[in-house]
């Protein structure tokens, strides 16, 4: 895999290790990851972006190819080597698939001892879904309650105190919130 030469650059660069997440594609080969987290790299994150299949494959075709033995493969890997809360799922919030969905996918993997994480979809300027609307409001609301759920269900994955990196940054995530406390 590309990143785990990515990863040695970074800690030349900065001499230290560096809080998370790395996000990259959940290489084949799981014994990588060892070497990732041995550059450092205190939090791992897969990008699956969407949990329903037909959706998956439209909107990623390439992660849905991938299909998920290799994420769920690469999830367990991950959660064995940096421990539970370490792990980060990260689902995007969009117009393709329901919230019902989204917090399927979120239980699935909070079973599995991965913390998720959901994006807010908003379409970029230019790109091929600047048309797609992003979920209103009162739907934005109900997902990260549902998701403020699940966090409550799971207190093992808040070991971090924040879905993406260490507690001394990030407040910008409305799953931070939620998995902190403060809106629900």
């Not at 329903?52 to 494959?57: G, L, Q, S, T, V």
Request: glycine content about 8%; proline content about 7%.
């Amino acid at each position: 895999t590309c990143a785990l030469p990515i990863c040695q650059v970074i800690r030349e660069v900065l001499g230290k290790s560096f809080g998370g997440p790395f996000s990259f594609m959940p290489p084949d080969n799981v014994d990588l990851l060892q070497k990732v987290k041995d550059t450092g790299v205190d939090v791992i994150s897969f990008n699956r972006e969407l949990w329903n299949p037909e959706a998956w494959a439209a909107v990623c075709p390439g992660k849905a190819k991938l299909g998920n033995e290799v994420y769920d493969k690469a999830f367990e890997a991950a959660r064995d080597i940096w421990g539970i809360g370490n792990a980060v799922v990260q689902f995007i919030a969009g117009p393709w698939e329901s919230n019902e969905s989204l917090i399927e996918g979120c239980k699935y993997y909070a079973d599995m001892g991965i913390l998720p994480h959901i994006t807010i979809f908003q379409p970029s300027p230019g790109s091929s879904y600047k048309r797609e609307q992003p979920k209103s409001l009162p739907e934005i609301i109900d997902l990260f309650l549902a998701l403020g759920d699940i966090y409550k269900a799971y207190p093992e994955l808040n070991t971090r105190r924040s879905t993406l990196t260490s507690e001394s940054g990030n407040r910008s995530s409305i799953s931070n919130e939620i998995l902190k406390g403060y809106l629900t």
